[in-house]
């Protein structure tokens, strides 16, 4: 069974900063990885995703991870953080390339400051 | 770009009542729809995957007796909460399926 842990439920950056959401996984096979983000009272959102291929991945709104199976890991980054980024954002993974029976992270609420 | 809405957003209800939500992709036809639950502060939980049809396909732990759901057509998924309790209070997310998963916006069920 697949399954990924996100690293602090909540963090705060400055308007300008960089942002790193941290996402590690656990799967027997190579696995497919999302990152998703919701705003408030609305759906989820592709950011970005890693099925096979380059291992830096990048996203929407400038956002970019990287598949680290060394480190099981797919963490978000931006270099600058942006108001409007303030969100909650989930890490995802699967075991087939659909996006088909999706393992969430338990999610990570974004704080950008002034 | 694929759109999928849900309707209601919010639904108050009282205990023993059912309700139905509905979850609909506006622009593409999806074979694949999936409901999920989100707890505050949680993850989102798969509770099953509706495949147009043919009945739905449960997670362990979700009954399918008080969790209906119904896949009617390409563009249509409903999830019915039977004799609704306030444990079954919660945030419900559809999604669909076109290559990749489209979520819903949610729909907020709270039971008093």
């Known amino acids: 069974a697949q399954s990924v842990t996100q690293l602090g439920s909540h963090v705060s950056v400055s308007e300008g900063a960089l942002v790193l959401l941290r996402c590690n996984y656990s799967s027997s096979v190579p696995p497919y990885l999302f990152w998703y983000v919701q705003y408030p009272n609305q759906g989820l959102q592709l950011l970005l995703k890693y099925t096979t291929g380059a291992t830096l991945v990048k996203g929407i709104n400038g956002f970019e991870a990287e598949f680290k199976k060394s480190e099981t890991s797919f963490h978000l980054t931006k270099p600058s953080a942006h108001m409007s980024d303030a969100a909650e954002y989930f890490c995802a993974v699967t075991l087939t390339g659909t996006a088909s029976k999706l393992t969430f992270g338990t999610g990570t609420r974004l704080q950008v400051t002034l | 770009g694929a759109v999928v809405s849900q309707h209601p957003s919010r639904v108050i209800c009282k205990s023993g009542t059912s309700v139905k939500i509905e979850c609909r992709s506006l622009d593409f036809q999806a074979t694949t729809m999936f409901w999920y639950r989100q707890f505050p502060k949680q993850s989102l939980m798969l509770m099953a995957t509706s495949n147009e049809g043919s009945k739905a396909t449960y997670e362990q732990g979700v009954e399918k007796d008080k969790f209906l759901i119904n896949h009617a057509s390409l563009t249509l998924s409903t999830l019915t909460v039977t004799s609704a309790h306030p444990e079954d209070s919660s945030f419900y997310i559809c999604?669909?399926?076109?290559?990749?998963?489209?979520f819903g916006p949610g729909t907020r069920l709270t039971v008093t």
């Open positions: 999604s669909a399926e076109y290559n990749e998963q489209y």
